[in-house]
C-alpha cells in the first residue's frame, strides 16, 4: 500500500519554464490537497479538491493550475515557473468518514522545486 | 478558526519526557485537537487527536485540561529519531480550513 506518491522528487527549472506535478493516492479518499512549505513559513494550501471534479483556491493560488483527473490523481501545474516559486511541494489526501475524529492528512514524500 | 501558539523550538535529552504544550484560547466546542510530526525531508504525519481529557496510542500521549484552552503532547522517554517538528492544529472537519503555522522544532539530544 503506497498511500501518497508524488514524481518527481526533485525538478529544477528555469524562470518562465512550465512544468506538471504529479500526485496519487491509493487509499480511494475523496479530497486531496496541494501544499508548499517555505523556511519559517510552516505549511501553506495552494489548492484543495474536496472530491472528484471540483477544485478550489487555498491560501497561495497565484501561478499555479490544478486538475483533479480522477478520484486517484490530483496534479499541481506551474504554467510559467518564477523563483518565487522554488519551494518544498507536498501532496496530501483525507477522508471525511464520520467526523472530525475519523479524518487525518496522508502526506507524500514530497517534490523540491528550484526555478533559477 | 481558533489560533494556536506553541514554542518555536525545544531541546531535550536522550531518554527523557518531553512536553510540548500548545494554547488555542478561542477554540470553539466543535474543534478538535491534532497533533502532526514532519521529520527532515518528508511530508508530516499524523500522531495523535482528541476532543477532551487525555488520549493515549503508542507515539505518545495528549492532555486536555477541562476548559481546552490548552493542550499538551507528552513523547515519553524521546530518542535521536523523535527530533522532528511538530504541529499543533485546533479543527472541526475539512482540512481546506486548517492552517499549519510553523511547529515545535524538537532537537533531541545524545
Known amino acids: 500500500n503506497a498511500g501518497v506518491t508524488q514524481t518527481p522528487k526533485f525538478q529544477v527549472l528555469k524562470t518562465g519554464q512550465s512544468m506538471t506535478l504529479q500526485c496519487a493516492q491509493d487509499?480511494?479518499?475523496?479530497?486531496m490537497y496541494w501544499y508548499r512549505q517555505d523556511p519559517g513559513m510552516g505549511l501553506r494550501l495552494i489548492y484543495y479538491s474536496a472530491s472528484e471534479g471540483t477544485t478550489d483556491k487555498g491560501e497561495v493560488p497565484n501561478g499555479y493550475n490544478v486538475s483533479r483527473l480522477n478520484k486517484r490523481e490530483f496534479s499541481l501545474r506551474l504554467e510559467s515557473a518564477a523563483p518565487s516559486q522554488t519551494s518544498v511541494y507536498f501532496c496530501a489526501s483525507s477522508e471525511f468518514l464520520r467526523g472530525p475524529e475519523d479524518e487525518k492528512l496522508f502526506f507524500g514524500s514530497g517534490t523540491q522545486l528550484s526555478v533559477l | 478558526l481558533a489560533k494556536t501558539t506553541q514554542p518555536i523550538s525545544m531541546d531535550s535529552y536522550e531518554g527523557q519526557e518531553v512536553n510540548i504544550t500548545c494554547s488555542h484560547n478561542?477554540?470553539?466546542?466543535?474543534?478538535?485537537i491534532t497533533w502532526y510530526q514532519q521529520f527532515p525531508s518528508q511530508g508530516p504525519r499524523f500522531i495523535i487527536q482528541g476532543y477532551k481529557t487525555k488520549v493515549t496510542n503508542e507515539v505518545a500521549s495528549l492532555f486536555i485540561p477541562a476548559d481546552r484552552k490548552s493542550s499538551t503532547l507528552s513523547l515519553p522517554r524521546v530518542s535521536l529519531s523523535d527530533t522532528a517538528v511538530y504541529y499543533c492544529l485546533v479543527w472541526s472537519g475539512g482540512y481546506q480550513k486548517v492552517t499549519f503555522g510553523t511547529g515545535t522544532k524538537l532537537q533531541v539530544i545524545p
Open positions: 478561542n477554540i470553539a466546542t466543535n474543534d478538535y
Open positions: 487509499m480511494n479518499h475523496n479530497s
